[in-house]
């Protein structure tokens, strides 16, 4: 390569990491982070197989991304998978924020602790109560975001899916140190891909449980985060992604799908045969299911939430 295509190069590579990095960076406790053991400590993160794991998080913060051209008032809160043993923060993270980008949406990612014991007090939780706060960050300033205050959702994958289900059944218990009853943390709609669901022994996913309530939780615990025991008529209208071929079983979704509709909640549910887990947009050579984008922008759009 000479001199003139290298710089034309990295002047494109730039541009493009402008277009799609994050705008903001907004930390969910300033002024200190709520059941921290002791001291902030360095996160660890690496790359392998294509796939950035992040791990000891001590600074949840949410990064926000705004669409070049804005057309819609929505804002989905979007939490990344990883069992509660770590985020798998750029395929079901930075990747989905730059799909609502190119679509006219704007994105936040939320970098939410994971129930570490060694680190945090009540580790359980911990990834509840970000969620719940990163609710309260964006429809406390949807104003200065530019998105509307009731239009605010949630979207998870794997076990993010787990939070983003126990968001939207737990919504009137504000957990934590830090509450405020003036701002409701209900999500306006959820998109759950390829969710746990339930902790049930028969259909849960083993780690995701563990890692959560650890080795041998007790039947309450496993009834309380049993998010399809928990829908009514207030949970928020749902779109669910799940595949036959999946080690986290898609009676998660079906199960989540039937209290939705046994409770009237506006609910869309869609089953592939093959595409295993944790695809995303990223992994290809896996059949219809990589279309399943398309299906939840549908949704969206019927829902007038995208243009």
């Known amino acids: 390569m000479n001199l003139k295509n290298f710089l034309l190069f990295a002047v494109l590579f730039l541009i493009s990491v402008k277009l799609f990095a994050q705008d903001e960076i ?113 429809r406390g300033n949807a104003e200065k975001y530019g998105v509307s205050q009731n239009k605010i959702g949630i979207m998870g994958f794997s076990a993010g899916g787990h939070l983003t289900s126990t968001l939207s059944t737990h919504f009137q218990t504000q957990v934590g140190e830090i509450t405020d009853s003036t701002i409701s943390v209900r999500p306006d709609f959820s998109l759950l891909i390829y969710p746990v669901i339930t902790f049930s ?44 071929d999946d080690g986290v079983p898609a009676e998660n979704s079906i199960l989540y799908f039937l209290a939705c509709k046994k409770n009237s909640v506006p609910v869309e549910l869609h089953i592939y045969e093959k595409g295993g887990h944790g695809y995303a947009l990223k992994k290809k050579g896996r059949g219809p299911v990589e279309t399943w984008a398309d299906r939840m922008a549908d949704w969206l759009k019927e829902r007038k939430l995208m243009k």
């Open 201 to 244: 022994d028969s259909i849960t996913h083993s780690g995701t449980r563990k890692n959560l309530l650890g080795e041998n939780p007790s039947l309450e615990k496993i009834e309380l985060y049993s998010n399809e025991n928990h829908v009514t008529k207030e949970t928020p209208p749902t779109f669910l992604i799940s595949t036959t």
């Open 26 to 138: 907004i930390l969910l406790y300033p002024n200190g982070v709520p059941g921290l053991n002791g001291e902030e400590i360095q996160e660890d993160s690496k790359t392998t197989d294509g796939i950035t794991r992040v791990k000891d998080i001590t600074q949840p913060a949410l990064y926000l991304y705004k669409p070049k051209e804005k057309t819609s008032d929505a804002a989905v809160i979007i939490c990344p998978g990883g069992g509660y043993s770590i985020l798998a923060i750029d395929h079901e993270g930075y990747d989905i924020a730059k799909w609502f980008n190119e679509r006219g949406v704007t994105a936040f990612i939320l970098k939410y602790r994971l129930p570490q014991q060694n680190l945090f007090e009540n580790s359980e939780i911990r990834p509840l109560q970000d969620a719940q706060q990163a609710i309260r960050i964006v």
